[in-house]
């Protein structure tokens, strides 16, 4: 029974277990043979502009420097662009180039490993399929969406040649000042597993030889995402509670299937960077989640335990540190200094050997499985998987199913098409806005690589409306605002342009005072204005929200959103998108939807009289419909769920309204008395289901202990006998467990 289980297991991996057998056995032969500089190469991974130049537009290859890379420093890895896309036959000639440097003077013929963050799409090939950003993505509630976003990045990611992908973070979206919010799946910890998981299947897929997959990397291990400044790579201060409960299981689902590559945290938790903390790069991710994958450093991390971190008194030490800790690769990238105090560390015995041979173990088996050893050079037949015409409709329908339809006033929306129309705002006649950062350039400030087919917002506007639509700039505005009172609806885009990692920190969640000024100009007009939000994390619109009786949320929604959110706009598409995120009210009043019932304390009547307010600008999972949904019915298969049985859970929803449209049926429970405080919810479960008008559906959940759940005060998983309430939509039901 064991060795089924080990036979199954091995073959998600891709891998017949004699096949595995025999891998292992060919590279412990090729790591008998290595050099102690040959393996501190193959963990060293340096930036692309080490050995390559720019000039005029194009990339080419410095030959002496990546002779020098490979012979004297045996690098084995390189990533990333100098400063934006190229195209599919400049990075074939990149690759090959270096393959051939590479087989050419390596003693061993390991070939070289090209790394590349493709976040939403493969985003630094030009002509690529941009998707919308994971926090979009999670507003669907559709993993299927995820997956096959997932499988045209893994297919094109390859076509390009390369074969390893920065891509998913797995972080949880719970401080949204942190500028890499939109990279998220938002706030849940099951949502964030959920579609992170599914982006992960469709990036490895069942065989990581297939010329359709690439290696995930889900990053970055651990508690990133909730800097107490807002700001990137800025200490976190987590409970261990906190951190098992809410940050750790996407990874741990992540391990248990298969994901190949971890990234570190570039930053610290409770005073301790990530990049040297043996606790959690060892005794947890190795020891206890039992992760036989790549350890990948951040970019330049090992150095900032000297510069920033200050807990290594020079550059030899911080290898020492992070070595120690659990990385197998660094990403150094800039120059061959962590290659040359690795060697130095081994050489003086402070690191072993062996030490370093289960790194280059580990990463000479992930060359093997992508198949590099049997083809190392550009797979011709994958060329054709760039820019499937299908690849479009993809990206659209993903875009389609993540806009959220956050306010619908006496049903202004959807607005009819043979009406007047002004349309404006920063965001409205803007590419950057739509497909956000990591968008052809990191930053993805640079419109003149999207495609000149893909619509801004009044592109996709001016393709719906028959009668007049009219553009102005602010500027345009503002010369004559009068001119607001001709049309018969005002759209106002607004929000936030591309940006990413630390040039994306703000001081203030509240939106830019212009744009405030501009929304509330415009309502003066007295005609109807309809406020669109495209942006990486919520901005304040409290002021303004009152103004508008329409508001729709775009997210970073790529680059067919224009099309989408016009679609939405005009009715051609019914929304169906749901906040991953609780959207606040104030910038000083963040409060995920899973708090503690003692957050929403307040004093009502002096003295000592106390009620409970939570009142943010729109909850965790809300989103509207232009139909309506009823749910009816909840019932359960038992009133005492017991040990490890199964209790079924069902409801019937039915589409009340005349027109057909998708619905995503979140199931949350509440633990009425715990050890720990519980949260006032937890959501459990969801599913998205598509019904036409009149039309109704029975939906059945499955809750176990297991999804019940929480880290106790001695770090254990527990689920303590007690009452449960589920909660779906407005329907409530109590249950015990035993
Ligand atoms: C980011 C990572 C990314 C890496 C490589 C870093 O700045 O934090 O998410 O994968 O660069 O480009």
Redesign the pocket.
Known sequence: MKKKILIICASVFGLGLSAQTTNEATIDKIIAGMSIEEKAGQMTNM?LSTIAYEKDGSVFIDMAKLKESVQTYHVGSY??VLNHAYSIDEWHRLLDTIQSVTLRLEKHKVPSLY???A?HGTNYTKGSTLFPHNLAMAATRNPLLATLGGRVTAAETRATGIRYN??P?LDAGRQPLWP?FA?TFGEDVYLVKTMGLATIKGYQGTDLKSTASVAA?M??FLG?SVPASGR??APAYISDIQLREYFLPPFKEAVLAGTKTV?VN?AEVNGIPVHSNHYLLTDVLRTELGFKGVVIT???DVKKLVERHRTAENYKEAVYQSVTAGIDLC?V?MDYDFTKNLIALVKEGRISEDRLNLSVKRILMMKMELGLFDNPYVEQSAKSQLAKPEYRENTLEAAREAITLLKNEKNILPLAKNKKVLVLGPTSNSKTSLNGCWSYT?QGQDASYFDAKDLTLLDAIKGKVSGEVKYLTVKEYEANPTIAGQYDYIIAAIGEDAY??TPGNIKDLELPTDQKELVKSLAKSGKPVIMVLLEGRPRIVRDIETLCPGIIMGYWPGPQGGIAIADVLFGDVNPSGKLPFTYPRYSGDILTYDHKLLDEAVEVQSPYSYGYEFNPQWQFGHGLSYTTFVYENLKFSTDTLKGNAVLKVSLTVKNTGTRAGKEAVELYTSDLVASITPCVKRLRKFTKINLEAGASKEVVFELSAADLAFVNKDLKWVTESGEFQVMVGALKKSFFYK
């Open positions: 930036t990533q990333n790394c590349i963050d976040v920065f891509s973070v890499r990279e990397c990053k970055h990133y990137d790579r990234m570039s951040d970019w330049e990403i990238p990191w990413a990692e």
